[in-house]
């Protein structure tokens, strides 16, 4: 059973930084690909950042050059350091990895860990 577990949210001031990790189990996480989801209280899930088992990432336009994306297969982790953090960053953060078999793709998610930024 894949399960993720997130860590590392909290409250922060505008133009501060945290950094989430999210560790996997279950799964062989050096072939899968990794990504952070975020949703914001009344608004959809969408797409943070995205890292491929060979450790190429994309990112959202809104966070591209403040956030960055990391793995560490030794550790079946992967990070997201968010830097000069906004009011419009708070939100709850969301771990997520794909899976591919024959019968179909399957996502998986951790529980969130929630991200305030405020003064």
């Known amino acids: 059973q894949v399960h993720l577990v997130e860590s590392g949210g909290g409250l922060v001031q505008p133009g501060g930084s945290l950094r989430l990790s999210c560790r996997a189990s279950?799964?062989?996480?050096?072939?899968?690909?990794m990504g952070w989801y975020r949703q914001a209280l009344g608004k959809q899930r969408e797409l943070v950042a995205t890292?491929?088992?060979?450790?190429?990432?994309n990112y959202a336009d809104s966070v591209k050059g403040r956030f960055t994306i990391s793995r560490d297969n030794a550790k079946n982790t992967v990070y997201l350091q968010m830097n000069s953090l906004k009011p419009e960053d708070t939100a709850v953060y969301y771990c997520?990895?794909?899976?591919?078999?024959?019968?179909?793709?399957?996502?998986?998610w951790g529980q969130g860990t929630q991200v305030t930024v405020s003064s």
């Open positions: 997520n990895t794909q899976i591919v078999t024959s019968l179909g793709r399957y996502d998986y």
């Open positions: 279950g799964v062989i996480f050096s072939i899968v690909p």
């Open positions: 890292i491929t088992s060979g450790g190429s990432t």
